[in-house]
C-alpha cells in the first residue's frame, strides 16, 4: 500500500513549516486558517451529509497550503541547524557512499564521522558523510587522508526548506519545487 502524500503547509509570511496530513489540512481549511491554496489540488474530500439541508460536504485540499500560522524566523536564520539523523543524512547524500559512489538501500548504509569521535570529532552534520557498511569498516578510526581517500562531498549543514525536503517521504513534485527555490544558494 503506498502511503499518502502529505500537505505543505506555510506560515502566513509565506514560509514552510511543516508537513501536515489530510486530516490536519481539512481542519485548517474548516476552521478558516488557511489564507489560500497554492499548488495543485491533490485531493478531495467528502464527509458527511447536513441534516438540514441534505447535502454532501466537499473539501478540495491543494498540496500547499498557506496558512494563518505565526512567522518562526528562527528556523530561518543562517545558523539554524536542523536535528541530525540517519534518514536525513543519508537522502541528503542521495544515499551515495560518499567514499567509493554507489548508491546503496538504506540498510547498507551508515554514519560515518569525517574527523572520527575517537579523536574529538563531532556529530554533527559538517563532520559526518553517509558511507557503505565496507568503506566504514575499511576506514576505521582514521580520517579519510590518513586512509587515502577523499571525499566526494563536502558535508554541510542543510537549511530549513531544504530539512522539510529531506524529511517527506511522498513528495509532489510541486511541493519540491517550492521548498528548492527556498534553499540556499551557498551549498
Given amino acids: 500500500m503506498r502511503a499518502a502524500a502529505l500537505f505543505l503547509a506555510l506560515d ?5 513549516s511543516r508537513w501536515i496530513n489530510h486530516e ?3 481542519h485548517l481549511i474548516a476552521t478558516d486558517r488557511v489564507i489560500a491554496p497554492m499548488g495543485q489540488t491533490v485531493r478531495a474530500f ?5 441534516a438540514r439541508t441534505g447535502r454532501e460536504s466537499h473539501v478540495e485540499v491543494s498540496s500547499i497550503l498557506l496558512t ?3 512567522v518562526q524566523p528562527h528556523l530561518w536564520r543562517e545558523e539554524y541547524q536542523p536535528p541530525l539523523t540517519n534518514q536525513a543524512l543519508f537522502a541528503r547524500d542521495d544515499h551515495l557512499c560518499l567514499y567509493c559512489g554507489e548508491v546503496f538501500p538504506i540498510r547498507d548504509l551508515t554514519r560515518d564521522h569525517v574527523v ?3 579523536r574529538g570529532g563531532t556529530d554533527a ?6 558511507s557503505c557498511r565496507r ?3 575499511r576506514k576505521g578510526a582514521r580520517t579519510p587522508e590518513e586512509w587515502g581517500m577523499e571525499l566526494l562531498a563536502v558535508p554541510y549543514v542543510p537549511c530549513y ?8 517521504r511522498n513528495i509532489l513534485s510541486d511541493q519540491a519545487a517550492f521548498l528548492r527555490a527556498r534553499m540556499r544558494r551557498t551549498q
Fill in 116 to 118: 572520527p569521535r575517537s
Fill in 46 to 50: 467528502r464527509g458527511g451529509v447536513n
Fill in 68 to 70: 494563518r500560522s505565526r
Fill in 24 to 26: 490536519t489540512a481539512i
Fill in 12 to 16: 502566513r509570511a509565506g514560509n514552510p
Fill in 135 to 137: 568503506c566504514n569498516q
Fill in 161 to 168: 526548506a531544504e530539512h522539510l525536503l529531506l524529511r517527506g
Fill in 125 to 130: 552534520w559538517t563532520n559526518v558523510a553517509t
